[in-house]
């Protein structure tokens, strides 16, 4: 028979092991990854956030032209001759000694529809400004005269061939995109995103006194 300070001894002892192996099995494993919240996770070397780009409206990916032309394509005088949605042919190299104000635009774009009653106000009012529109979209010509009732303009305006757009023009990497071709036929000034009157006769008439006062 087992003395009783025996049986004590041999419980604690028992105990004992039963703690240290329960110690060793905690130690194998590993700590649960916390549940993720949907974001991709934050990197070390992460830069500050840039200043806020001007609102416009990009395509969809799937929408993109597939054979983009080179960035070099775009020219300082560029050429269009392009058929409008009312079968006229609209040539920038006939309008020579006027400013024209060439707008990439679309009907899904918001920004661009926001725009249109201001450029063609503009158009309408100064003699020297005129506007064409290009729509850089796919989309049937009924449809756009559809839309054009809804919202008229005083310009021409033309449907553009999104997998072959002029290459005189960079392709737009947002819309709206707005090129100011100077009496010389030379591209002044361009702006991505929204612009009004103010914005384009303040670029005329930067870009004219600079070309009224000859550089030293």
Request: glycine share 4%.
């Amino acid at each position: 028979m087992i003395p009783s300070h025996r049986k004590s001894s041999l419980r604690s002892l028992s105990a004992l092991a039963l703690a240290v192996a329960a110690l060793s099995l905690g130690a194998c494993q590993q700590p649960q990854t916390p549940a993720s919240d949907g974001k991709p996770a934050a990197t070390t070397d992460a830069k500050p956030a840039p200043a806020p780009a001007p609102a416009v409206d990009t395509k969809p990916a799937d929408a993109k032209p597939a054979d983009a032309p080179p960035a070099d394509a775009a020219s300082d005088t560029p050429e269009l001759r392009i058929a409008t949605i009312d079968g006229k042919t609209y040539d920038l190299a006939e309008r020579r000694g006027r400013w024209v104000v060439v707008n990439f635009w679309a009907t899904w774009c918001a920004p661009c529809i926001k725009e249109m009653p201001e450029l063609s106000a503009l158009d309408t009012m100064r003699d020297h400004i005129e506007v064409i529109g290009l729509a850089y979209e796919e989309i049937e010509l009924a449809d756009m005269q559809a839309f054009l009732k809804k919202h008229p303009v005083s310009y021409p305006i033309a449907i553009l061939d999104v997998a072959d757009p002029p290459k005189a023009f960079d392709t737009p990497r947002g819309l709206p995109m707005t090129y100011l071709i100077g009496p010389d036929g030379k591209v002044a000034e361009k702006f991505l995103g929204p612009v009004d009157a103010k914005k384009i006769e303040a670029a005329i008439a930067k870009a004219s006194a600079q070309i009224a006062v000859p550089k030293a």
